[in-house]
Structure formats: C-alpha cells, structure tokens
C-alpha cells in the first residue's frame, strides 16, 4: 500500500554545502537535477537511491521506484510509490501529455465530462467507459477514488477554490499534485510538463524524446531576424453569444506565441484597460475592437467556445462589422481547430503554423491547427 506524508512544512528540502547536496531525509543524496528547457514552475532532483524529489509551488514530493523502500524520514514531503496506477486528472491540460508518452491507459478518471473533450480518443474512452468522469473537480466520486485504489490525482489551481476537497483526497493517502503549467512563462513551458509525468509513471524516457521532437522544429525557426515593423499584426478572438469579443490579454501565453512565431499581436496593455483578474482572456467592446484590430494583417477566429467557422461570410454572420476588416478584405482569416488549447502537446506545431501564416502563404494542408476561411 501506498505511503503518505502530509506537508508538515513548506521548507521541505534543506541543503547543506559540499560536492552532492542532501535533502531534509538524511538519506537521500541528491546528484543531478532534470534538465528543464522551458518549464519554470516545477523542479526535479535526483536522489542517489533511486528516488526523485519534484517541488511543484510549496509543494515537494517524493517519487520512490518500485522495489525502493520508502526512507525513513521523510519530512515534509509527499511519498509517491511507484508505480502509479489508476491516475484522477482533473487538471484537463494533462491528458494530451499522458497520452502523448503512451499512458493513457492509467487515467482511470476524469473531472470533464465526455461532452468537454474536443480530442476524439479522450471523448470515446470516456464514452465507452475506459475512462470514468466521476464528477466536477469541486465535488468528485470520492467512493470511485477510493474503491479505483486511485494512485495520484492531477488537480488543477482551481483545487484552491474548494481546499476542502484537496483535504478529503489526502485524508485518503491519494497524493494531490497541483499541476501550474498555465503559469509558465513560455509556451513551450507548459508541453515540457511532459517531462513530469513521464517521471511519475515510469516513461521519463518517452517523455523527453517526444518534447525533443517537437520542439525541435520550432527551434530551427528564425523569427528573432524578423524586425518588429515587419511583423505582421495579428487578432485572436471570438464573438460571444452577447455580442461581445472576446481577445487574449496582452502577454497572455497565446499572444506570447504570436510574437515567438514571428508575429506581432495587435493588442498592448496600452490599449485595454485589463484587470488584476487571473483571467487569460478579455470581453471588450465591437467598437473597441475595430478601432484597434480593423487593420490588422490577420484575424484568427478561437472557435474554441462554439465552433469551427469554414467560410468568411460564416464569420461575418456574427458580427457585420468585421466586413470593413482589411484581414477580411485580403482573404487573411484563420480559424483554429478545437482541439488546440485541449492538444497540450501541439504548442511547438501551433507556432510553427501561425509562422507559415505570417511568413508566406500556406494551403490549409501544410497546417496542423489552423485553416483559412474561404
């Protein structure tokens, strides 16, 4: 039977000088740390035992091989016994991660209802009942938690909002780990997250492999040649059912892949009056949006909300202004997939199309995530 130990202090690691460092358990000697490209909100040290120290926040936790003993002190930290079966996410990001290192199979269940998933495998897995929806994030199954044998639950930062339920799950030696990908600086720092659980389950090696691959391709991009008076502008927005339009804020990681794709996004703090909220995105005004975004170069449509859009007079139907639009005008309107924001690891293939866009003139088959409007 799993192992847990609750968080008895957020100074969960000290280390002392010298030429290995030493955890808060006497016995773990750490010797290396995991090579992280992108990701800033998680850190993994390895231990000489064979066990692996993750600080997630204030969070430190303890992943010990099969066939490993648990060491004797452990302090402060989270024991993760491997292996880890029967995983709960209810952070919906990572299921495209779990799946890209082939471990799908160990989510047993989920927070999202089968009508949420935009990833066709993930909808039919729920549907056909390989994976269980046991209930919002707020209010799970915790009998299914508890009768699945559940090995670790993936929450999102929303777990914050109801703490009592985080709580009730480690009351029930299920290790909680509180996955803040949508906090990390870069892009690609929320696919590198793969890395995490490529450990936690047992395919670290997959795991990297996979991030190489595709990040690889992006990385050959030279956009940083691009002066900003020659980047193309660009808006990313839906209509809401209220009439509204709905952007990215400023420095919000879709814009940030905008700007590293080598394009330039149309919107800037200097234009919005943006709250402190911890929302990425922003209702404003149709008369906002066009006295901002009418000349922008291009118009990508999020149809993440209600839809793909095929057609520019589809697009028009929502609101009859965005026909004086000059992207409308010259043809230049995209549409992304739905699948984009769920496909966690399609972040370095999404900047590589939003490339072709402002670079050239891709045909709608060269592009993974987007489309052109016809």
């Known amino acids: 039977m799993r192992r847990y130990v609750s968080l008895l202090t957020a100074a969960a690691l000290l280390f002392v000088s010298g030429c290995s460092k030493k955890s808060a358990a006497a016995d773990l000697d750490i010797t290396g740390s995991m090579e992280l490209k992108y990701a800033e909100q998680f850190s993994v040290d390895y231990c000489e035992n064979g066990c692996s120290v993750v600080t ?103 777990i ?25 600086k870069h892009p690609l720092g929320r696919m590198e997250w793969i890395k995490l659980y490529g450990l936690i389950t047992g395919n670290y090696i997959a795991a990297e492999q996979l ?15 691009i002066p900003e008076s020659e980047r193309r502008t660009a808006a990313f927005f839906y209509i809401t059912s209220s009439g509204y339009v709905s952007i990215r804020k400023p420095g919000d990681y879709v814009s940030k892949m905008i700007d590293l794709a080598g394009g330039r996004y149309i919107f800037t703090a200097d234009d919005l009056d943006t709250d402190e909220n911890a929302l990425s995105t922003m209702n404003i005004q149709t008369e906002t949006f ?73 045909t709608n088959n060269e592009l993974t995530f987007l489309h052109r409007l016809e």
């Open 56 to 158: 997630v926040g204030d969070d430190k936790f303890l992943i010990v091989p099969e066939g490993t003993a648990v060491p004797d002190n452990t302090s402060g930290m989270t024991v993760i016994q491997q292996p880890v079966e029967n995983i709960y996410v209810a952070a919906s990001s990572a299921m495209d991660l779990f799946d890209g290192i082939d471990k799908l199979d160990e989510v047993k269940m989920i927070s999202t209802a089968e009508s949420g998933w935009s990833l066709p495998h993930i909808r039919d897995a729920v549907k056909s009942g390989k994976i269980k929806y046991i209930g919002k994030y707020s209010s799970p199954d915790y009998e299914s938690l508890v009768s699945d044998n559940c090995g670790i639950a993936i929450e999102s930062t929303m």
């Open 160 to 184: 914050y909002h109801t703490p009592e339920v985080k709580e009730q799950l480690e009351s029930f030696d299920i290790p909680v780990l509180v996955e803040r990908s949508s906090y990390e």
């Open 211 to 225: 991030f190489t691959e595709k990040t690889k391709a992006f990385e050959e991009l030279s956009v940083n040649d």
């Open 290 to 362: 066009y006295d901002i975004a009418h000349d922008a170069d291009i118009l990508i449509y999020n149809s993440t909300i209600d839809g793909e859009l095929e057609s520019i007079d589809q697009l028009i139907e929502k609101s009859s202004v965005l026909a004086d639009f000059k992207a409308v005008k010259n043809g230049n309107v995209w549409c992304t997939g739905q699948n984009m924001f769920q496909q966690s690891t399609g972040a370095a293939d999404m900047m590589i199309d939003l490339n072709k866009v402002f670079t050239g003139e891709p």
